[in-house]
């Protein structure tokens, strides 16, 4: 085969079946593409891949509702799923802007729930955490993981039959409506931790005005677990305790409540796509079949974008508003992504104001869907893999991952396979940006993740962030700075004879 000519007769069939299989992929995009006039094409596409999409419609709603709760008796239960068919005939009949009534039986079940968020509340006022001794640390990490009281199931799962990623997402009450259209796109668990300052978890007017929103998002998202997290401002910064908002003691007490194989830690402004529960499936599903049917300790970054508006909206209404006028306003799929950014209607996220961010994603080459490493000589008859990070452009690098969590294995004190966060960081900056040190020091390896993503939905600015961008009047900016450099100081120590650390680019 040294003939130029021979080798490419031999090749023609195979580029022809790579060039076949990139139009299949691009039809399957353009069918999945959203109407603007009509949004028709887009319900029908998005119908198929995530059901719960049309959860829009109240009937639907009753049905996941009825199946939330186990508590609830065998006769409740039959007595919801009547009510359900009978209240879907009414509600194909009723008018598009009639308010759909929630049958008596579901509306218990929302009654259970306020209770036990109720209950939840109140014993977390009754025993205040003496604190700052027990918190998570970089130092007590190892202990963590092993002794750290978890949700994991003792009988483990299936590989890969019962591959499974949780949302853990953690907010204050003023963002819970941004986790709307969350529950629309995704069907894995979620699990939010809500934040409730002390003042607020005491006084019974506001916290029943609390539990009521709480618990209309839970109605309407079934697969949903909501943890309020009573906060005492220890540090007696002000600001209503937003200066110590405990982001890091929230997303581990989320960890502490899942379940699944892998999670993906989020924050509550970012949307994911339509079928990304789809895409982190059948990647996880491939690494393992590579990996000698075994879970991988990988990293696997979920590409992250931003809708921008100009000028952006100032307050919860206004923002409220671009989803509810435009159903398209945030991409659904791969190619609405690309047809956003190139209208300049998206933009990586945070790249207009820190690049570093999330550059090492390589997001260019990500839209032109080069997604896999080019297999060696000596791969080519193995499966492909996507697209592995060789080093960071920046260490500054901060993407959002998705890592292993429960164990498959059974055991009567199944461990997480991935570290906590450092609870030292509160407030606002260095929080997220920690954890992938941690991960990058103990020599994980990191992926980008193909075709899917999350994107930022535009929101007021936050009073934390307020603080941390106020210098002259608060100490939050150079408290985490300075912790932060200790921090890295502290993993070099811990992790110095760990072998294959991701480098930083030359």
């Not at 001794?133 to 199931?153: E, G, Q, V, W, Y």
């Not at 989320?254 to 789809?278: C, E, F, Q, W």
């Not at 690494?287 to 974008?305: E, L, R």
């Not at 945030?330 to 945070?350: A, G, H, S």
């Amino acid at each position: 085969a040294d003939d130029s000519k021979l080798k490419k007769e031999i090749l023609k069939p195979l580029k022809e079946l790579k060039e076949n299989e990139r139009l299949l992929r691009d039809s399957i995009d353009a069918l999945r593409k959203p109407n603007v006039k009509t949004g028709e094409k887009r319900r029908e596409a998005i119908r198929k891949i995530v059901p719960q999409w049309s959860s829009r419609n109240g009937e639907v709603k009753v049905a996941k509702e009825a199946n939330k709760v186990e508590r609830v008796t065998k006769a409740v239960q039959a007595s919801s799923e009547k009510a359900h068919e009978n209240n879907t005939i009414n509600a194909n009949k009723a008018t598009a802007n009639k308010e759909y009534e929630i049958p008596a039986q579901v509306q218990t079940i929302i009654t259970e729930q306020k209770t036990a968020l109720l209950q939840e509340i109140q014993k977390q006022l009754d025993e205040p955490p003496s604190s700052l001794a027990s918190i998570r640390t970089l130092h007590t990490s190892k202990l963590d993981m092993k002794n750290s009281p978890n949700s994991c199931p003792n009988d483990g799962f299936t590989l890969s039959k019962d591959l499974s990623t949780t949302l853990v997402i953690q907010c204050s009450l003023d963002r819970i409506w941004l986790l709307a259209e969350t529950c629309n796109r995704w069907t894995d668990p979620i699990v939010l931790v809500v934040y409730l300052p002390y003042e607020t978890a005491k006084d019974s007017v506001q916290v029943t005005k609390s539990i009521e929103s709480i618990a209309n998002l839970m109605a309407n998202c079934s697969q949903m677990t909501v943890i309020p997290h009573v906060h005492i401002d220890e540090k007696n910064q002000g600001n209503g305790g937003m200066s110590s908002y405990p982001v890091n003691v929230m997303r581990n007490k989320g960890l502490g409540a899942v379940k699944t194989s892998h999670i993906l830690i989020m924050d509550v402004d970012l949307i994911p796509s339509a079928d990304l529960n789809d895409v982190i499936r059948d990647n996880l599903v491939d690494q393992i079949s590579s990996n000698n049917g075994k879970v991988p300790t990988n990293a696997i970054v979920v590409p992250a974008f931003e809708r921008k508006v100009d000028p952006p909206c100032s307050n919860i209404e206004s923002c409220k508003g671009y989803l509810q006028n435009d159903s398209s306003f945030l991409p659904t799929l791969f190619n609405d992504m690309k047809e956003c950014v190139r209208d300049k209607k998206c933009i990586v996220f945070q790249s207009d104001n820190n690049w570093e961010g999330h550059h090492t994603t390589k997001t260019q080459k990500w839209l032109k869907s080069e997604w896999y490493d080019e297999p060696s000589k000596t791969d080519e008859q193995k499966m492909r893999t996507i697209r592995q990070i060789k080093c960071f452009d920046s260490l500054r690098y901060e993407p959002y991952v998705v890592l292993p969590w429960c164990p498959s294995a059974p055991s009567t004190k199944p461990q997480p396979l991935a570290p906590y966060y450092d609870e030292r960081f509160y407030g606002y900056g260095k929080n997220k940006i920690q954890h992938i040190s941690h991960l990058r020091y103990r020599g994980v390896p990191f992926y980008v993740l193909p075709r899917s993503f999350v994107v930022h939905h535009p929101h007021p600015e936050s009073n934390v962030k307020q603080v941390w961008n106020d210098r002259k009047k608060n100490k939050l900016h150079g408290e985490m700075d300075r912790l932060y450099a200790k921090y890295i100081d502290e993993l070099e120590d811990e992790y110095s004879d760990v072998t294959g650390v991701v480098p930083e680019c030359d």
